[in-house]
């Protein structure tokens, strides 16, 4: 069953001034007191003992925050803040009474959290949108370009020859037509710093729908140029190094009232890369639950608008970052049992243009898989918009939120539509994720290592010498071909979907597969020699790439 792809489409709303990012950024300031004040009021809803406690913590962790981890992008002033807060929180919580404690927490909470909101909250701006769109063009015209092209005397190739590179396959036509009738929220897998930046650039160059605002880490905006341009392209602010409460629900806030706007948002709910390879089987509630918020703030207001939940699978033949995020997911899992392995045994100038000449040459291209459209509590929605049941017939999701006929607030219950939506995003990921060459020999390879050498110590297995593993073309192919077979039952199952590569000549398919894994790194995770040996230089990313098809059963059969 050969997939379709998505052809460039044109853009569902031509003129930038009236996507939604851009209506909500117009007003910045205000939005930014909005998130404010929403977050305030929640957090005041505690007692005055709880909240001077959710205060004195926020203080406490920040403080080791500024000495343990510092940042340039921090302010000068964040310490003496913080020594402030402390300070006026002694001072006003003893022998008061429970009123004026609330009155004193009020004060010194709306300081912390305007703070909050204000290196929270994004922008966009029209005319550097417009730049970056030119720009990424360009970059990504050098990222992508092939050998071919080269070969023909052109450095940049044409657009046609980079969107052969961006690969859009799934529900984009459900996609383009709820980006007309609700507030679409893109939940995609995330495996690269890239990540951000691609799919922005997919979904305008390809699916052709709005920007959305989206959550950028901090550090990113360590460096001036980047966050420059990250300020005014929707991203808002991320600190990952703040972990308390005020801060995440001033967070929470900020994606709860910009959902409700209407503005369309995108954010990645495993929280970070996946540092193993996996895909992702445990997702973050916190952002994800501020959807169901939003859709059951909506209803009460009696507004028709819908936020629906698209998620999206992203597939890379190799991941820059790989070697890094192996290890640290090692030595996170391992503890004394890790030995972390070099990053890059040589870099030298030689190595350095090796690199870069194959990168910009012979990069592979990347895949997007749009999974089937859902509500806020995991249902699937059709074409117009419309909650379907499990026997696709059209549903209220009113009822999913009332009480008696009336639409209410309920935390308890919405926490479990939440989880709900999560296993939903899970099962989407592994249906909708699509195998692509280099997945299928990484894991086929990695297999016949653990048969070889069985023990259940795998950081043992990693340590092992690379030398002495080696594997005759004809008896991987066997191999291959087993996985294959079982490959083709899931897909039959609609469990999984296939690359064109993977129905390929089975040694074709090695080869293609071993070519593009082995693109960038200096190591090779695997080769092919000339005495059509099957090798591996690097066990450590020859289990990371393997780690894409771990969660599917296969089994190897000799």
């Known amino acids: 069953m050969s997939l379709k792809r998505t052809e460039v489409q044109e853009h569902v709303i031509p003129d930038i001034h009236e996507w939604p990012v851009n209506k909500l950024y117009k007003r910045k300031e205000e939005f930014a007191r909005e998130v404010s004040e929403f977050t305030i009021n929640r957090i005041m809803k505690d007692t005055p003992e709880n909240v001077s406690h959710k205060i004195a913590r926020a203080a406490y962790l920040e403080t080791l925050r500024i000495k343990d981890e510092p940042w340039k992008v921090d302010p000068e002033d964040e310490m003496s803040f913080w020594r402030k807060v402390r300070k006026n929180l002694a001072r006003h919580s003893l022998g008061n009474s429970p009123e004026e404690m609330a009155v004193s927490n009020e004060k010194i909470l709306r300081k912390i959290v305007d703070r909050y909101s204000e290196e929270i909250v994004g922008g966009f701006k029209v005319s550097t949108f417009k730049f ?31 969107q052969e590179r ?141 936020v629906y939940i698209v998620p999206m699978v992203i597939g890379y033949h190799f991941v820059l970052e790989a070697k890094s995020l192996i290890n640290q997911h090692l030595k996170k899992t391992g503890e004394e049992l890790f030995i972390p392995s070099k990053l890059d045994e040589s870099r030298s100038i030689f190595k350095i243009i090796k690199f870069a000449w194959q990168y910009f040459s012979r990069s592979s291209e990347i895949t997007f898989s749009i999974g089937r459209p859902l509500d806020v509590v995991g249902n699937f929605v059709d074409k117009e918009g419309n909650s379907l049941d499990s026997q696709g017939n059209p549903l209220d999701i009113t009822g999913y939120f009332s009480w008696d006929g009336k639409v209410e607030q309920n935390l308890q219950r919405e926490q479990e539509y939440t989880r709900r939506l999560a296993q939903k995003i899970v099962e989407s990921y592994h249906r909708d994720n699509i195998v692509l060459s280099s997945h299928l020999v990484a894991f086929s390879a990695f297999l016949v290592l653990r048969h070889e050498n069985p023990t259940p110590d795998l950081y043992g297995l990693l340590r092992l010498p690379v030398n002495d593993f080696e594997i005759p073309l004809d008896e991987f192919v066997k191999v291959v071909d087993g996985i294959k077979k079982q490959l083709f039952e899931l897909e039959k199952k609609n469990k999984i979907k296939l690359s064109d590569e993977i129905r390929w000549d089975t040694i074709k398919l090695i080869k293609d597969g071993i070519e593009n894994i082995g693109l960038y790194h200096s190591k090779n995770p695997l080769g092919l020699s000339k005495e059509n040996m099957i090798y591996s230089q690097d066990f450590y990313l020859l289990y990371y790439y393997h780690n894409k098809l771990v969660n599917f059963g296969l089994k190897l059969k000799l």
């Open 132 to 162: 970056a769109r030119r720009f990424l063009t360009l970059f990504f015209k050098i990222i992508f370009n092939t050998a071919w092209s080269l070969g023909k005397g052109r450095l940049f190739g044409n657009r046609k020859e980079l």
């Open 166 to 306: 961006i690969k859009v396959y799934g529900h984009t036509e459900e996609l383009r037509s709820l980006m007309q009738k609700g507030t679409v929220v893109i939940v995609p897998t995330h495996f690269s710093n890239l990540d951000s930046i691609i799919v922005g650039y997919a979904l305008d160059a390809v699916i052709g729908v709005p920007s959305f605002t989206y959550g950028a880490g901090l550090n990113l905006f360590n460096h001036k140029l980047v966050g420059y341009y990250m300020s005014r392209l929707g991203a808002y602010r991320v600190d990952r190094r703040k972990k308390n409460k005020i801060y995440l629900e001033t967070l929470k806030g900020m994606s709860n009232l910009a959902i409700r706007r209407g503005t369309n948002c995108l954010f990645f709910p495993g929280g970070t890369r996946a540092r193993s390879g996996k895909l992702e089987t445990k997702l973050k509630l916190g952002l994800l639950g501020t959807a169901v918020e939003a859709q059951r703030s909506l209803l009460e207001k009696d507004f028709e608008r819908k």
